[in-house]
């Protein structure tokens, strides 16, 4: 214990010595100098890391709230059966970004055995086919590959298939219609559409989620 001391006592006797000889020097080309402008670059450089730690990290939370704040407005709209438009847009602040209005298509699956709704957006086309890489994948043996596309122009909501053998039916209120392959047909709200034994209920809605997400 009292050779530790003793050692760490002359390890310090020699560091002081050594400031101080360079101390005794011109002040700019001291040791002393160098040793304390190292010291203050490494306290600034832990600084900027604490602060851009910091920084980043309040960012994710905002993020995380401005997407909890969209998710709650989407949620909330579709279990009011879409054609609700939130009416807080107060409540985005938060994002630093104005609320936008964004229009939803929801899309209400019956078929044989399953049951199922799903979301997009209009603003990108609706793949509905039996490959697993179409949004909507079914698995109705009376469907093909890629069976039919929802696709928006402006603003106005269509489906087409480009399938020949295997029909599309559309009903619009009353009328139903068998759809002639590679022509648009309109989609509005309330409209549904048989591939196979799966039938499609379509709902259009907006909300108003922060600017910039969609």
Same mark, same amino acid.
């Given at each position: 214990?009292?050779?530790? &001391?003793?050692?760490?006592?002359?390890?310090?006797?020699? @560091?002081?010595?050594?400031? !101080?000889? *360079?101390?005794?020097?011109?002040?700019?080309?001291?040791?002393?100098?160098?040793?304390?402008?190292?010291?203050?670059?490494?306290?600034? !450089?832990?600084?900027?890391?604490?602060?851009?730690?910091?920084?980043?990290?309040?960012?994710?939370?905002?993020?995380?709230?401005?997407?909890?704040?969209?998710?709650?407005?989407?949620?909330?709209?579709?279990?009011?059966?879409?054609?609700?438009?939130?009416?807080? +847009?107060?409540?985005?602040? !938060?994002?630093?970004?104005?609320? @936008? &209005? &964004?229009?939803?298509?929801?899309?209400?699956?019956?078929?044989?055995?399953?049951?199922?709704?799903?979301?997009?957006?209009?603003?990108?086309?609706?793949?509905? *086919? &039996?490959?697993?890489?179409?949004? @909507?994948?079914?698995?109705?043996?009376?469907?093909?590959?890629?069976?039919? %596309?929802?696709?928006?122009?402006?603003?106005?909501? $269509?489906?087409?298939?480009?399938?020949?053998?295997?029909?599309? /039916?559309?009903?619009?209120?009353?009328?139903?219609?068998?759809?002639?392959?590679?022509?648009? $047909?309109?989609?509005?709200?309330?409209?549904?559409?048989?591939?196979?034994?799966?039938?499609?209920? %379509?709902? !259009?809605?907006?909300?108003?989620? +922060?600017?910039? /997400?969609?």
């Amino acid at each position: 214990m009292s050779d530790s &001391r003793h050692c760490i006592t002359g390890l310090w006797q020699t @560091v002081t010595d050594w400031l !101080l000889e *360079g101390a005794d020097r011109n002040f700019w080309g001291s040791r002393l100098f160098w040793v304390c402008g190292i010291a203050l670059a490494l306290l600034a !450089l832990i600084t900027f890391i604490i602060c851009k730690r910091a920084s980043a990290r309040r960012e994710r939370l905002r993020t995380a709230a401005v997407d909890r704040l969209r998710d709650d407005a989407l949620t909330r709209a579709i279990v009011n059966g879409g054609g609700a438009e939130e009416k807080d +847009p107060g409540a985005f602040l !938060l994002s630093g970004r104005k609320s @936008v &209005r &964004r229009r939803f298509l929801r899309l209400i699956e019956q078929a044989e055995l399953s049951h199922r709704e799903l979301v997009f957006s209009t603003e990108k086309e609706i793949t509905i *086919g &039996r490959i697993d890489s179409c949004d @909507v994948p079914m698995r109705d043996r009376h469907a093909a590959n890629l069976h039919a %596309v929802i696709l928006c122009r402006d603003g106005i909501m $269509y489906i087409r298939t480009d399938q020949a053998e295997l029909p599309l /039916y559309l009903r619009h209120g009353r009328n139903v219609m068998r759809m002639q392959p590679y022509n648009p $047909y309109r989609l509005r709200n309330k409209d549904t559409f048989q591939i196979g034994n799966s039938q499609f209920e %379509v709902r !259009l809605f907006s909300c108003r989620i +922060p600017g910039g /997400y969609l």
